[in-house]
């Protein structure tokens, strides 16, 4: 028999009342909503097992989230219950010592482009009389062997276009180097802003607060990760149940089940996946000493109009006739 099992009167209650008193018009108002139709059979308490699960979110886990930076809380954009986008700002630290620095990078950045400009201007402007001194230089070397030229003109030229030559190069080298100091200022920059966006700490995706365990104006230590903020994904629930090993092979993916809190809150679900082995148990009931016994986690999938809440420690019962 599988009532000694734990089998509350209350949750054996409600699991029999669904399945022959209200699984007729559940079956009729399903439609197209989602929601799952019990079968309106009779049920018999040996047809149930029974097993103690957790309710959680269908698509992801609920996600710690947290910081590594040390601090005082600047402010709290979050509050418990609120649906927040991925990248929303949660919490922000003060950040002065990041802000003057993100714009003392700023400034150095700056001032190197407008280095890299004048640099380049310089560069370009003498370019051309570089190619014309040096065009001048080989005329007069032509003139200079058919006798056009004297020595003297000639040479003229030639130290005309060597100095124009070494001011290029010279030019050259400080618009390579203005363009490396740019490079390097540039790169302080994103490094300054990095530090200045770890002050702020963003959704990583989105979802809805659960809990927020800090305030403006707490400080925190430079002692590892902290957690902030609890985020849950917003959409459909699941229920993840222990079933004991004597009982598991009677569960099949597709088999109704009743879920109930112990305040009464209750939702219907379905088998949507089952564990390939067994393992220790971890969840126990209230007050109830965890047995040495070996459990098989079973999913289940609950009707979209479910209003538990996440995290809920709930009592299952999955229709699974001998």
Same mark, same amino acid.
């Given at each position: 028999?599988?009532?000694?099992?734990?089998?509350?009167?209350?949750?054996?209650?409600?699991?029999?009342?669904?399945?022959?008193?209200?699984?007729?018009?559940?079956?009729?108002?399903?439609?197209?909503?989602?929601?799952?139709?019990?079968?309106?059979?009779?049920?018999?308490?040996?047809?149930?097992?029974?097993?103690?699960?957790?309710?959680?979110?269908?698509?992801?886990?609920?996600?710690?989230?947290?910081?590594?930076?040390?601090?005082?809380?600047?402010?709290?954009?979050?509050?418990?219950?609120?649906?927040?986008? =991925?990248?929303?700002?949660?919490?922000?630290?003060?950040?002065?010592?990041?802000?003057?620095?993100?714009?003392?990078?700023?400034?150095?950045?700056?001032?190197?482009?407008?280095?890299?400009?004048?640099?380049? =201007?310089?560069?370009?402007?003498?370019?051309?009389?570089?190619?014309?001194?040096?065009?001048?230089?080989?005329?007069?070397?032509?003139?200079?062997?058919?006798?056009?030229?004297?020595?003297?003109?000639?040479?003229?030229?030639?130290?005309?276009?060597?100095?124009?030559?070494?001011?290029?190069?010279?030019?050259?080298?400080?618009?390579?180097?203005?363009?490396?100091?740019?490079?390097?200022?540039?790169?302080?920059?994103?490094?300054?802003?990095?530090?200045?966006?770890?002050?702020?700490?963003?959704?990583?995706?989105?979802?809805?607060?659960?809990?927020?365990?800090?305030?403006?104006?707490?400080?925190?230590?430079?002692?590892?990760?902290?957690?902030?903020?609890?985020?849950?994904?917003?959409?459909?629930?699941?229920?993840?149940?222990?079933?004991?090993?004597?009982?598991?092979?009677?569960?099949?993916?597709?088999?109704?089940?009743?879920?109930?809190?112990?305040?009464?809150?209750?939702?219907?679900?379905?088998?949507?996946?089952?564990?390939?082995?067994?393992?220790?148990?971890?969840?126990?009931?209230?007050?109830?000493?965890?047995?040495?016994?070996?459990?098989?986690?079973?999913?289940?999938?609950?009707?979209?109009?479910?209003?538990?809440?996440?995290?809920?420690?709930?009592?299952?019962?999955?229709?699974?006739?001998?």
């Amino acid at each position: 028999m599988t009532c000694p099992l734990h089998l509350r009167p209350a949750l054996l209650a409600i699991v029999l009342t669904s399945a022959a008193g209200c699984a007729r018009a559940a079956a009729a108002d399903a439609g197209d909503t989602g929601e799952i139709a019990v079968a309106a059979t009779d049920v018999s308490a040996s047809d149930l097992v029974v097993g103690i699960g957790r309710v959680e979110p269908a698509t992801g886990r609920v996600v710690l989230v947290g910081t590594t930076e040390a601090g005082r809380i600047a402010d709290v954009a979050a509050a418990i219950g609120d649906t927040v986008r =991925e990248g929303a700002p949660l919490v922000r630290l003060e950040s002065a010592i990041e802000r003057a620095r993100t714009r003392e990078a700023a400034a150095a950045l700056a001032e190197a482009r407008a280095g890299v400009h004048v640099a380049r =201007e310089g560069w370009a402007s003498t370019l051309p009389r570089a190619a014309y001194a040096r065009v001048q230089r080989e005329r007069a070397a032509e003139l200079f062997a058919r006798g056009g030229v004297t020595a003297q003109e000639r040479d003229a030229t030639v130290a005309e276009s060597e100095s124009r030559d070494r001011e290029l190069a010279r030019l050259s080298a400080e618009r390579s180097a203005a363009e490396r100091t740019v490079e390097r200022t540039d790169a302080a920059v994103a490094v300054a802003r990095a530090q200045l966006e770890r002050r702020l700490v963003r959704a990583p995706r989105a979802g809805v607060v659960l809990a927020v365990d800090v305030v403006a104006g707490e400080a925190l230590g430079p002692n590892g990760a902290t957690t902030l903020v609890t985020l849950a994904p917003v959409g459909a629930l699941e229920a993840t149940v222990e079933i004991d090993e004597l009982l598991a092979h009677r569960v099949r993916v597709g088999q109704t089940a009743t879920v109930r809190t112990a305040d009464g809150v209750a939702a219907d679900g379905r088998v949507i996946r089952l564990a390939p082995g067994l393992r220790r148990k971890s969840l126990v009931r209230d007050g109830g000493d965890r047995e040495d016994r070996r459990v098989r986690e079973v999913r289940l999938r609950l009707s979209p109009s479910a209003t538990l809440l996440i995290g809920a420690r709930v009592d299952a019962a999955i229709r699974a006739p001998r």
